[in-house]
């Protein structure tokens, strides 16, 4: 769950009817089993980085910004939780070479799978299916832990960071990338009309409170902005984009038809054009 093409949702508390009503009490985005049918395999994961790889304003891409500010020495050990697929590391054979161990885990035995065939059987690479809340390694274990678009899907996100922290030495470092609470999804749900008469997003990690969450573990917090946005002149592939994301929100039951036909309603000269908020928390030291 490595993306925020993987994870850029939206929830409603109220929806135009009971059909969506239903949808989305069903489908939450830090709901186990909603999640885990979201994630069962690579397939809509990559209908969002397809996406996104398409119609980003900022051609470097989240993930290699992301590696960027990765400073992997040679020797150490990484653990990544929910890894997905393990795209960001494709092409990125230098960094691994480095890593003395570099573990990659996920919630989804599907993700793995697809991980493995993209990373293919290292030495050094191992591949867990690891619950963030949970971790089964030891303590002080690891010199850098990543967890990137995923920690707002966690049921108890304090027991996750605590979890971290234990695998994490004294001296490492954490990097959590999120997404933003002005986003693009916000202004989708809007249009839609599924915000009702109240609009609940998930906000339960974002770059504006991460920041007091991780401090409950971390001593010193840094956040990182993407500058980027969407200029989406194919109507059809943002439509793609929403349906990949039926298992979480109350789009999930709407009729391709009808999205596409409100989504038609916002195009300007055939462009839709959208904000994007993303960006990454580098957390260091004990509390």
């Not at 830090?30 to 809509?44: F, G, I, P």
């Not at 969450?213 to 989406?232: M, N, P, Q, T, W």
């Amino acid at each position: 769950m490595t993306w925020p093409q993987g994870h850029t949702i939206f929830l409603t508390r109220q929806s135009l009817d009971i059909r969506r009503q239903n949808s989305m009490k069903m489908g939450s985005s830090n709901d186990k089993e909603a999640v885990k049918a979201q994630y069962a395999s690579s397939k809509s994961l990559d209908t969002r980085i397809n996406f996104h790889n398409m119609y980003s304003t900022n051609k470097m891409g989240f993930g290699p910004w992301l590696i960027s500010n990765y400073e992997i020495k040679e020797g150490m050990r990484v653990l990544e939780l929910g890894a997905g697929t393990g795209d960001m590391w494709n092409g990125h054979d230098d960094l691994i070479t480095k890593c003395d161990k570099l573990v990659l885990s996920d919630f989804s035995e599907g993700m793995l799978d697809t991980a493995r065939k993209n990373i293919g059987e290292r030495a050094n690479v191992e591949y867990k299916q690891i619950d963030v809340q949970n971790i089964p390694l030891e303590d002080n274990s690891f010199d850098i832990v990543i967890a990137n678009m995923m920690l707002y899907h966690v049921p108890d996100i304090g027991k996750a960071i605590s979890e971290i922290r234990r695998v994490l030495r004294d001296d490492g470092v954490f990097y959590s990338a999120t997404y933003g609470e002005h986003n693009f999804n916000d202004i989708i749900a809007e249009w839609f009309g599924l915000i009702g008469e109240s609009y609940d997003p998930n906000h339960l990690f974002t770059l504006q409170n991460g920041g007091d969450v991780l401090g409950k573990e971390f001593a010193e917090i840094e956040v990182r902005r993407y500058e980027d946005s969407l200029h989406v002149t194919n109507v059809d592939d943002l439509a793609d984009y929403l349906q990949s994301l039926k298992a979480l929100h109350g789009i999930g039951t709407m009729g391709r038809d009808e999205i596409l036909r409100m989504l038609s309603a916002h195009e300007e000269n055939g462009v839709i054009n959208l904000q994007k908020e993303y960006g990454t928390f580098i957390a260091r030291g004990v509390k």
